[in-house]
């Protein structure tokens, strides 16, 4: 049905046509007239951030953790350019956002008015793909196409820029029957010649392994749960990035843990000796293949990926596919169930007990302390504590989130939201209230170190004031601590400028804000202190004093291949001398 | 220098590619494109830009870049990936491509060089599409070899501006985009 309204009507609309329940934004002069329309209906509930980079990441923490598109809103110029951080996490990870922006008039556009800046110019880098409204005859179908564009092929953050003229301007608002672009089509089936080629390849495998990444994540439940009957049926191992946890559960005999720089000894070795890598969704990141000449130097590579310049990029595929994850799982299940021959399961012995030997190792074992809490062993508690509630995890960016991937264990897909390809330091508290926002009731944990945490700190004051129980579970060393591990390996550990001075009393800013304080420094007394912040309905600043010198291992370093990892027992006591492992050579790579 | 990330690859020899690109002719399209190129990383060599198709407002685009072949491969998938862009065409893979562009040469000079000047244009095949008492504007269409040498020649006989098109290029045959 036609009817006729505002432009800023319109974007209301839209999003209640589009089933969006939340937005997170922050008013501002070029998006009164939108804030004006919203005041007037209910059906989508406005989150007040305090901070334009905390509402891109609560969007994002919201879409990771529900599967939906997350929503924007914010003003012109300094509303945008505020954004631009959290746009390019979405970027990276490839979280589906639509981010409305306000604009100056448009005949105002270009004469450097009152907070006018270049959206769709700054953005251009930083967005899937973004739109200048220049009439608002065009407004509805852009706003629709934006869902599209975000949330099919690889999702992204879709940046839609309205003049506030525009916004004001009446027009006519339909609402498109099919949901699409004029000529974007993403491929989502995979070949089929490639798929039965691949099926042929792993069945022949003797040392295979699965390499899976957020793609699973991104391509639904129904992908995780493909994926996993898979990977049973075949009975091969598998790892997974960062991006990836989840997607296969860690309490299963046939997981590795994660791989990559400060992956598991198991995973990064099972990747440099195998014979056929099957990576799914995953984009060998340098964070995962180490030094390019020396990754998995013996393996065909099987590659699928919804986006086709992922592959060949920077490892060559012998078999790239290219479609939906979720799509390609399922036709590679069923052509293993029509295989001529079932594959022998013993032939992978030797595998599995070479393997063991490696899990043997005992990689993430540290040297317990009953003096001061160890990191590590925070995190070890926190789960323990936790893992019944199904919890949902945040991270910052830093050791404390290499720590979380290593200690925590995650069961199932869409719990664990961390910034992995952008690494950005403030991701995880406006995340954390995402997360809650789509998961009312959840157990949704923070875990921060001191440092990072202070980079959106003030979106505590919106935790409050929604009543948003989060858990900020900070590990508090009094470092930048991965800073300093890396200055410790390269630079003679001087650290300049890595230690958290002048640090606030976490316990007082969090009764500052109207939340809980809690404070923990004596290992005995942890698991009664988490147990606290778990009761506790109220937001939660946990200010958990840890070892102030620990490292994060494994760590694979520069210049070294995967069979060249860096364990803990190289180290006598906190404060490992690390500054002589990194050789010269490797020391002056690009 | 010291840092954490890999190691540069090992170079393989650059090849010379000509890409056709049909893309939405929307505003920001072009800084799109210009945009992946210098934001990546890749070379230009050459960008022509018109609507070639004006009901549907599709523009073609045509590139000519150099690479490696992972280049080259990662050019092609990061162009097609862009939301406007319709289809990329690799002229230089699909044999051998007609390739054409157009130079306006100003030549000053009095004399016998004045009346070099206009006879190497006429063995060249430029017309002249101005003409004044002490200097030519040259009109020159071939391909990128062919309007270097007309100027280097010129360069010896009073040449004062050049402005080039850039290259337009075509697949040879029946087979069309």
């Known amino acids: 049905m036609t009817e006729t309204m505002s432009g800023a009507e319109m974007v209301i609309k839209a999003l209640q046509d589009q089933g969006v329940e939340h937005i997170f934004g922050y008013p501002g002069g070029a998006v009164l007239p939108i804030y004006d329309a919203m005041f007037h209906q209910d059906k989508v509930k406005h989150v007040l951030v305090r901070h334009e980079q905390g509402a891109v990441h609560a969007a994002e923490g919201y879409a990771r953790s529900s599967g939906k598109v997350g929503c924007v809103l914010v003003t012109s110029g300094p509303g945008a350019t505020n954004a631009v951080t959290g746009l390019t996490d979405a970027m990276l990870d490839s979280i589906p956002l639509v981010c409305i922006t306000g604009q100056v008039p448009t005949h105002l556009i270009g004469s450097d008015a009152f907070q006018e800046c270049d959206t769709v110019g700054i953005t251009r880098h930083c967005t899937k793909h973004n739109y200048l409204v220049r009439s608002v005859e065009d407004l509805p179908r852009i706003l629709h196409e934006a869902f599209y564009v975000a949330s099919n092929g690889r999702p992204g953050p879709v940046v839609v820029d309205i003049p506030k003229d525009v916004q004001f301007a009446m027009g006519k608002y339909d609402r498109p029957k099919d949901n699409q672009h004029k000529t974007y089509r993403p491929q989502v089936e995979g070949d089929i010649e490639k798929i039965r080629a691949a099926v042929k390849l792993m069945a022949g495998a003797k040392k295979p392994v699965f390499y899976t990444g957020g793609g699973v994540i991104n391509a639904g439940t129904e992908a995780s749960a493909t994926l996993r009957e898979l990977v049973r049926l075949t009975g091969y191992p598998i790892t997974s990035t960062l991006m990836g946890l989840g997607a296969y559960p860690a309490a299963d005999p046939q997981w590795l843990g994660m791989l990559g720089m400060h992956g598991t000894y198991e995973a990064n070795l099972a990747m440099h000796d195998c014979d056929v890598m099957i990576c799914i969704g995953a984009r060998f990141d340098d964070r995962i293949t180490g030094r390019l000449h020396a990754f998995s130097p013996n393996s065909k590579k099987i590659h699928v990926d919804i986006d086709p310049s992922s592959i060949n990029k920077n490892v060559k595929a012998d078999i790239g596919i290219v479609g939906d994850c979720g799509h390609i799982l399922k036709s590679m299940l069923a052509e293993w169930k029509v295989l001529d021959k079932a594959p022998d399961c013993k032939r992978l012995d030797p595998w599995w007990s070479e393997i063991k030997t490696w899990q043997a190792r005992k990689c993430l074992a540290y040297r317990g302390s009953d003096k001061v809490i160890k990191p590590q062993y925070a995190v070890e508690r926190l789960y323990a504590l936790t893992k019944d509630m199904d919890p949902y995890i945040t991270t910052e960016v830093g050791q404390h989130q290499m720590w979380a991937a290593q200690y925590f264990r995650f069961e199932s897909p869409n719990r664990w939201m961390t910034s992995g390809g952008l690494g950005t330091m403030g991701y995880g508290l406006p995340a954390a209230i995402g997360t809650q926002m789509a998961h009312p009731g959840k157990l949704v944990i923070d875990i921060a170190g001191e440092a990072s945490i202070l980079m959106n700190i003030q979106e505590m004051s919106t935790a409050v004031q929604y009543r948003l129980p989060v858990k900020i579970f900070i590990l508090n060393n009094e470092y930048m601590g991965m800073v300093r591990q890396w200055q410790e390996l390269l630079h003679g550990s001087r650290y300049a400028e890595s230690y958290s001075d002048s640090l606030p009393d976490f316990v007082k800013l969090a009764e500052a804000y109207g939340a809980r304080g809690i404070r923990c420094n004596d290992p005995a007394k942890l698991d009664d202190a988490i147990r606290e912040m778990i009761a506790s309905p109220k937001p939660v600043i946990f200010d958990c004093h840890v070892e102030k010198m620990e490292n994060c291992f494994p760590m694979i370093p520069s210049g070294k291949a995967h069979n060249e990892m860096l364990l803990n027992d190289l180290s006598d006591d906190a404060g490992v001398d690390i500054g002589n492992v990194i050789d010269v050579k490797g020391k002056a790579l690009v | ?177």
Do not use: C, W
């Open chain 2, 1 to 177: 220098m010291k840092s954490h990330y890999s190691d540069a690859p090992i170079d393989t020899p650059p090849q010379r590619r000509t890409l056709s690109v049909l893309v939405d002719n929307e505003p920001g399209v072009l800084a799109r494109i210009a945009g992946l190129f210098s934001g990546r990383g890749y070379n230009i060599e050459s960008l022509t830009v018109s609507e070639t198709e004006h009901e549907k407002h599709v523009s073609r685009i045509t590139i000519v870049t150099t690479g490696t072949a992972m280049v080259i491969e990662q050019i092609k998938h990061q162009l097609d990936r862009l939301v406007p862009v319709h289809r990329v065409v690799d002229l230089t893979a699909k044999g051998d491509a007609v390739e054409r562009e157009l130079a306006l040469v100003k030549v000053i000079g009095k004399g016998d060089s004045r009346s070099e000047a206009l006879r190497i244009a006429a063995a060249f095949g430029a017309r002249s599409l101005d003409a004044t008492l002490n200097s030519f504007v040259f009109e020159l269409t071939g391909d990128s070899e062919e309007i270097e040498r007309f100027i280097r020649v010129m360069a010896g006989l009073g040449l004062s501006e050049v402005s080039r098109t850039g290259i337009a290029a075509m697949s040879r045959g029946a087979e069309a985009l």
